[in-house]
């Protein structure tokens, strides 16, 4: 390979350091730095984070330091954690957020919520259609996971659905109901 299209520092705590630990700050930005050097030489395309919260991209971006600004923030997106904030603040700096953990880790709390069951048998398509083609009508390229072909061509199909206004407002109230995280919280992280 003579580059890579993406290159993403995963999360904002560096190895083996406490999530407190003040160094997290000076190792994330110094390795964004270095980063940033594949990026000129022309071996890495597109630069990004991971996991990163507000805070963690203020201080990136504040840093006279860091001259390439992320392409890409991944993080935990679906109904019941929205990121609503989060995607403002990315949209306002040309960062693209990035969904994993759409369909909740495999969390049956969120594949089996009757509003999603719901809208899933109204618009003919699986609760795991309805997750993705929820987070492609908001702007947001998801990270589906799945080893199963049936599924991946399922998931592929959301990509041709569409989600009426109705059913996309319900959606986006079940934050207010069911507030849930799957995933690490990255907030914590100084």
Request: with cysteine; proline share 7%; glycine share 4%.
């Amino acid at each position: 390979m003579e580059y890579v299209d993406l290159f993403l520092i995963h999360w904002p705590a560096a190895a083996g350091l406490k999530h407190n630990d003040p160094l997290n700050k000076v190792r994330r930005h110094e390795s964004y730095v270095e980063l940033q050097q594949g990026v000129l030489e022309g071996k890495i395309k597109s630069l990004g984070v991971s996991n990163f919260e507000i805070p963690h991209l203020e201080a990136l971006l504040a840093d006279p330091a860091i001259t390439i600004p992320p392409s890409v923030n991944q993080v935990e997106c679906h109904p019941f954690y929205p990121q609503r904030e989060l995607h403002t603040y990315c949209r306002q700096h040309n960062i693209i957020l990035q969904a994993y953990s759409s369909l909740g880790q495999g969390n049956t709390d969120l594949l089996a919520h009757p509003t999603i069951k719901a809208i899933a048998a109204k618009q003919k398509m699986t609760p795991a259609q309805v997750l993705l083609r929820w987070a492609l009508q908001r702007g947001i390229p998801v990270l589906p996971k799945t080893i199963s072909p049936k599924r991946m061509v399922e998931n592929l199909v959301a990509l041709r659905l569409q989600l009426d206004v109705e059913d996309m407002q319900a959606l986006d109230g079940l934050d207010d109901k069911c507030h849930v995280k799957y995933a690490w919280d990255p907030s914590q992280v100084v």
